[in-house]
Every structure is written in structure tokens, then in C-alpha cells.
């Protein structure tokens, strides 16, 4: 599967962006996708994940409220909406695939080469 990961910038803070994950290559819906992000120095962390069918999503409680995932199965892309954003949400944002929804890296065997989040205070 490749993915390719778009929608970063610069933004202030309180504002929004929609990220995208397109994928290609096999059968989208046969995954459940996840988005990851690495602040400047930090970790890979899990910031959203949705499941193969849409149904069930898992956010970080750091974005609860804020983000939203979504999936259009037909456009074999997923999207990560991302609203009152604050400058600890800056970060290279990633999208994974994995059989089943997982809140670990680990289970992601696909990756996209990411895309960057700045959120100026």
C-alpha cells in the first residue's frame, strides 16, 4: 500500500486544517488507518485511528473534542480534521495502515512520508 499524506501548514492558533491520506496500490477498505504525529524531539504518538468499515474511531485524549477522522472508502483516502488547534499540536503528521485498529505503532505496517503541522501561538 503507498500513502500520501497532504494538508499541513501553518496555521495560528485556534484555527483549522484538514489533512488527507490517499492510498493506493491495494484494497483501502481492507484497513484500518491510523494518524500519528512526532512533535520537534519527541515521539511518535497516536493521535486518531479509524477502523476498517468507519464505524469505530479511537482519538488520543489529547484531541478529544478537537479532531475528527474520518473515511471515504470510495476515494480510498481518510482525513484527519483538525480544529482549535494549539501550538503543542505542531508536529510531522503521519498516516499508517494496519489490519485491525490498533493504538500502537507496531501494528502499522504501511506508513506515509508525512506531512508538517506548525501551529504559531
Known amino acids: 500500500v503507498q500513502l500520501q499524506a497532504s494538508g499541513g501548514g501553518l496555521v495560528q492558533a485556534g484555527g483549522s486544517l484538514r489533512l488527507s491520506c490517499a492510498a493506493s496500490?491495494?484494497?483501502?477498505?481492507?484497513?484500518?488507518i491510523g494518524w500519528f504525529r512526532q512533535p520537534p524531539g519527541k515521539e511518535r504518538e497516536i493521535v486518531a485511528a479509524?477502523?476498517?468499515?468507519?464505524?469505530?474511531?479511537y482519538y488520543t485524549d489529547s484531541v478529544k473534542g478537537r479532531f475528527t477522522i474520518s473515511r471515504d472508502n470510495a476515494k480510498n483516502t481518510v482525513y484527519l480534521q483538525l480544529n482549535s488547534l494549539k501550538p503543542e499540536d505542531t508536529a510531522v503528521y503521519y498516516c499508517?495502515?494496519?489490519?485491525?485498529?490498533?493504538?500502537?505503532?507496531?501494528?502499522?505496517?504501511?506508513w506515509g512520508q508525512g506531512t508538517l503541522v506548525t501551529v504559531s501561538s
Open positions: 496500490g491495494r484494497t483501502f477498505s481492507n484497513y484500518a
Open positions: 499508517a495502515v494496519a489490519p485491525l485498529l490498533s493504538i500502537t505503532h507496531l501494528a502499522y505496517n504501511y
Open positions: 479509524i477502523a476498517r468499515s468507519g464505524s469505530t474511531t
